[in-house]
């Protein structure tokens, strides 16, 4: 069955700290991936996608994911945190191809710590 | 321009009796989406219209659940006999057709009680 999964329920980081945030997928192909971010009372905003091509993106707001195929992660990462992106993290993917819907794992709580 | 907008932002139901959910998509995108969001969970697909036809209402739960799209605009979801279960963010997308970027709205806070 397809999945999507991100490992790390909560994490607590330091303002100006790095931020690795984890995503596993299992999907028979690459699917196209996605990171979403959620803060409290906003809609889901997209950060940045991944479809083929260079395996590192860039998004919003200074943040990258790599797409690593061999171990089906695609990691969302930042150089140095700030207040403003404490949030719940989603990784996401379309296994489909066709645009027609995207399945979510259960996210990651960021709380940042001044 | 304005992005996807959703009413009630809240609705509180009794369990029994029959809900409305409004989406209205970005204009011009005729592909729409309906999500739903479980405390403590990601957004689990519902069901999927591109135009006025739904094409894809795998994730639709049971046949309680039904959504419609007359114009290929406005969406409703439909909910008859909530359950207490049935308590949730309801999302809204939408994207241009063919896109796989999808903007997502604010959502609508179901609580059946």
């Known amino acids: 069955a397809q999945s999507v999964t991100q490992p790390d329920i909560h994490i607590t980081v330091s303002e100006g700290a790095s931020l690795e945030l984890r995503c596993n997928y299992s999907y028979g192909a690459t699917p196209y991936l996605f990171w979403y971010v959620q803060s409290p009372g906003q809609g889901l905003q997209l950060l940045l996608k991944y479809f083929s091509g260079d395996t590192l993106v860039q998004g919003i707001k200074g943040f990258e994911a790599e797409f690593k195929r061999s171990q089906s992660s695609f990691n969302l990462r930042k150089p140095s945190v700030h207040w403003s992106d404490a949030a719940e993290y989603f990784c996401a993917v379309d296994g489909t191809g066709t645009a027609s819907k995207l399945t979510f794992g259960t996210g990651t709580r960021l709380q940042v710590t001044l | 321009g304005a992005g996807v907008s959703q009413t009630p932002s809240n609705k509180v139901t009794e369990k029994g009796k029959y809900v409305e959910l409004r989406c209205d998509p970005i204009?011009?995108?005729?592909?729409l989406y309906w999500y739903r969001q479980s405390l403590g969970q990601g957004p689990e697909f519902l069901i999927y219209f591109q135009g006025t036809g739904a094409a894809d209402d795998s994730g639709l739960p049971n046949d309680r659940f039904f959504a419609v799209r007359p114009e290929g605009s406005v969406s409703t979801l439909k909910i008859q006999r909530t359950e207490r279960g049935d308590s949730a963010v309801y999302l809204c997308?939408?994207?241009?057709?063919?896109?796989?970027?999808?903007?997502f709205g604010p959502g609508t806070r179901l609580t059946v009680t």
């Open positions: 997308a939408s994207s241009v057709q063919g896109s796989y970027e999808q903007y």
């Open positions: 204009s011009g995108h005729t592909a």
